[in-house]
Antibody, heavy 124, light 106 residues
Framework: QLQLQESGPRMVTASRTLTLTCTVS??????????WGWIRQRPGKGLEWLGY???????YYNPSLKNRLDISLGTSEHQFSLTLESVTAADTAVYYC????????????????WGQGTLVSVSS | DIQMTQSPSSLSEFVGGRVTITCRSS??????LNWYQQKPGKAPKLLIY???TLQTGVPSRFSGRGSGTEFTLTIDNLQPEDFATYYC?????????FGGGTRVDI
């Protein structure tokens, strides 16, 4: 059974860089028909899609993050990462990683497996 | 960006009742619309994908309809465990976006 787990710092100083890793178990990033995403949820707010990556390495980002965000594959087929530069208090949120699947025509469909989420606080 | 607008933002209903949540997109997204349920402190759970396909293991009291720009999620015979926040999500474009959420209260 595929499982995802986020890891990384719980607190980051403002203006520094946040790096989170998502570890995939019970499967791998090479699983056909999948995309691997990052989503966040600010306290008391809704879900915000940050970006995603395919096993090919192609990545797509939310432009609202203004080039601060990078999503990359790890050195193994079981990890991918989020790097967010120049963090501010507005980046305080629960960060989730998720696996999305593709439909028969190859278009992105829903995210059926999620990590439990990790709360990251930005301190001044 | 494709904007996703959910309505209402919150509602109250009795156990055993029926609720319908609407999600509208700012441009056509074909059938690339997914619905999630989220409970406090938990990750979202996929309920319906591609507008109307029930995810494995999700009770049949959940149903989804729509295409183009207007979509609905209906929950029949509302159960105590259904009280949660529901989000729609479009995956038609490379910039995936969520609706603002609908909170369903007892």
């Amino acid at each position: 059974q595929l499982q995802l787990q986020e890891s990384g710092p719980r607190m980051v100083t403002a203006s520094r860089t946040l790096t989170l890793t998502c570890t995939v178990s019970g499967g791998s990033l090479a699983s056909g028909g999948s995309y691997w995403g990052w989503i966040r949820q600010r306290p008391g707010k809704g879900l915000e899609w940050l970006g995603y990556i395919y096993f090919s390495g192609s990545a797509y980002y939310n432009p609202s993050l203004k080039n601060r965000l990078d999503i990359s594959l790890g050195t193994s087929e079981h990890q991918f990462s989020l790097t967010l530069e120049s963090v501010t208090a507005a980046d305080t949120a629960v960060y989730y990683c998720a696996r999305g699947f593709s439909d028969k025509e190859g278009y992105n469909s829903g995210c059926d497996v999620w990590g439990q989420g990790t709360l990251v606080s930005v301190s001044s | 960006d494709i904007q996703m607008t959910q309505s209402p933002s919150s509602l109250s209903e009795f156990v055993g009742g029926r609720v319908t949540i609407t999600c509208r997109s700012s441009q056509t997204i074909s059938h690339y619309l997914n619905w999630y349920q989220q409970k406090p402190g938990k990750a979202p759970k996929l309920l319906i994908y591609d507008a109307s396909t029930l995810q494995t293991g999700v009770p049949s009291r959940f149903s989804g309809r729509g295409s183009g720009t207007e979509f609905t999620l209906t929950i029949d015979n509302l159960q105590p465990e259904d009280f949660a926040t529901y989000y729609c999500q479009q995956t038609y474009t490379t910039l995936i976006t969520f609706g603002g959420g609908t909170r369903v209260d007892i």
